[in-house]
């Protein structure tokens, strides 16, 4: 259950300090070897004698101030409900083609025509989201790679980056290589990890400083496992001058060099024709690496030393204040006083 708990309730036990500081200390030496000369020090020393000791306002405040700092620091917080999150120890990479060819309108969603980018948002995003425990990124690549999500268990914001990605975003050729080439180095930091790379393309590799199959290599090398996926109808009819007719929009899709790929690193190519085909296959892959069910335990920490804190220079302040207002209200007594006399 939720409660408010102090993290260091101890430092209470300070809370007689400044009695015992005034009870056993030595009193302060009021003869100074040195002196500054004040035009109105005989009025200060008036003040003195006449105010002896701090009034009861000034005490109430100074105590008041000793509570709220030592609150602040036995560091008050709220801890929330336990929250229990599944963690697999795996590292899964996306890497997404969003190259000119992903805006063919190939593939089917909910009864309409829609791009091949739109589709895979579509079922991607279930994907991700469904990967709770997993540590997921998102890497986009056109005629250049570059990360979109770091690692991170948090496939909601994952999911949010990809579905906001666009076609050309990254140029509009395709540079599987470096895809590859950057989502080694991603994954290379936790070498304890399963790590996985899920490759997406709609075509071949036509710009890069990367070949496919040695980026695969290097890859294979790392431990690091590819699922290749191709994504492209086999038919789709179009309109021109002459009629309609009926074309294959997926001739540049090189399954050739994605097969190689896959195999090189202990991964499977899958072919995804529509929008059924790429359900299947995420759900293919959940089987094939499965959300691990251990679990780890984290109940969320609020700190509020700040708020005592605050209180207390607030009431720092509002002290000093009142000590130089009736200072000045003093000085003020005793100019009248003294142009009187």
Partial sequence: MAEFIFAWPWLFLLLPLPWFAWRYLPKADNQLSGSVRVPFFHWLGEDSKSSGSPGWLSRILAIA???????AAARPQWVDEPLTFPVSGRDLLMAMDVSGSMDTRDMQLNGHMVSRLTMVKEVMSAFIQRRQGDRVGLVLFGSRAYLQTPLTFDTQTTARLMEESEIG???RETA???????????????SEADRILILLTDGANTAGAVDPLQAA???AKEGLTIYAIGVGADEML????FGSRVVNPATDLDEKTMKAIAAE?????FRARDTRDLEKIYQIIDELEPVSSDAVVIRPVTEWFWLPLMAAVILTLLSGLLKLIKQSGLLHRKANSEASS
């Fill in 238 to 241: 179009v309109r021109d001058l």
């Fill in 217 to 219: 290599e290097y890859a």
């Fill in 169 to 171: 975003l990254a140029g």
């Fill in 265 to 269: 690193t202990g991964g499977r190519y």
């Fill in 176 to 190: 599987i290589g470096d895809a590859i080439g950057l989502s080694i180095k991603r994954l290379r930091d936790n």
């Fill in 65 to 71: 101030v000793w509570l709220l700092v030592l609150t």
